[in-house]
């Protein structure tokens, strides 16, 4: 079975506070692909990053990194810094790519408010 | 280019009424997605297309659900009769390839009363 489990529901934070986001993953695939989205209050939802099975280096975008770590099936990810602006609800979600049968779960989202 | 295109943005209906979501992709996108969200059962992905077909349609929840894509540019959800259960916002997105990023739309917050 696949499954993304966020198990923050929510996070409230200072700004300027570091703050990481979990995310744990099952799949029996060896082949997958592990995103993270953010919906603002405004409520449309916004690509992040993608990452897939085979690449586990880290990745840093200003304020913002991702550690992907398979041996834990990890896919964690910092905000550094928070600023208001952060706050918002953010998902990870997991694609798989088994053959034909594709499967795409969505984490329950973790509510993050960063407080002036 | 332009994003996602979804209409209504808002729409309020009586509990059997027909209703009709729209959807149109980012031009080039081969897949099209439909999803509900509501607080107690978070993102739910409701059915998706590739190349205009409908692919995965499990997590269409009832009869009273049905989708369409005529074409490319262009897909419907519909659910006749709705119900106050059915009331959440509902999202289309689309993507390139399905192991690539999605592009969602503003969304369109369905209630029913």
């Known amino acids: 079975a696949q499954k993304v489990t966020q198990a923050q529901t929510e996070i409230s934070v200072v700004e300027k506070e570091d703050v990481t986001l979990d995310c744990v993953y099952e799949t029996r695939d060896t082949t997958y692909y592990l995103f993270w989205y953010k919906q603002p209050p405004s409520g449309e939802l916004v690509f992040l990053i993608r990452r897939n099975s085979f690449d586990e280096q880290n990745e840093i975008s200003g304020r913002y990194s991702w550690n992907f770590q398979k041996s834990t099936s990890s896919f964690n990810f910092t905000i550094t810094a928070s600023q208001v602006v952060d706050s918002a609800v953010y998902f990870c979600a997991l694609i798989n790519s088994g053959g034909s049968n594709y499967k795409l779960t969505f984490g329950k989202g973790t509510l993050l408010t960063v407080n002036p | 280019d332009a994003g996602v295109i979804q209409s209504p943005r808002h729409e309020v209906t009586e509990m059997g009424q027909e209703v009709t979501l729209r959807c149109k992709p980012i031009?080039?996108?081969?897949?099209l997605f439909w999803y509900r969200q509501t607080m107690m059962r978070g993102l739910e992905l409701l059915i998706y297309f590739n190349n205009n077909v409908p692919i995965d349609d499990s997590g269409m929840p009832e009869d009273r659900f049905s989708a369409k894509m005529p074409n490319a540019s262009f897909s419907t959800l519909k659910i006749q009769p709705s119900e106050p259960r059915d009331s959440a916002v509902y999202f289309c997105?689309?993507?390139?390839?399905?192991?690539?990023?999605?592009?969602f739309g503003p969304g369109t917050r369905l209630t029913v009363t």
């Open positions: 031009s080039g996108h081969d897949y």
């Open positions: 997105a689309s993507s390139l390839l399905l192991t690539y990023e999605q592009y």
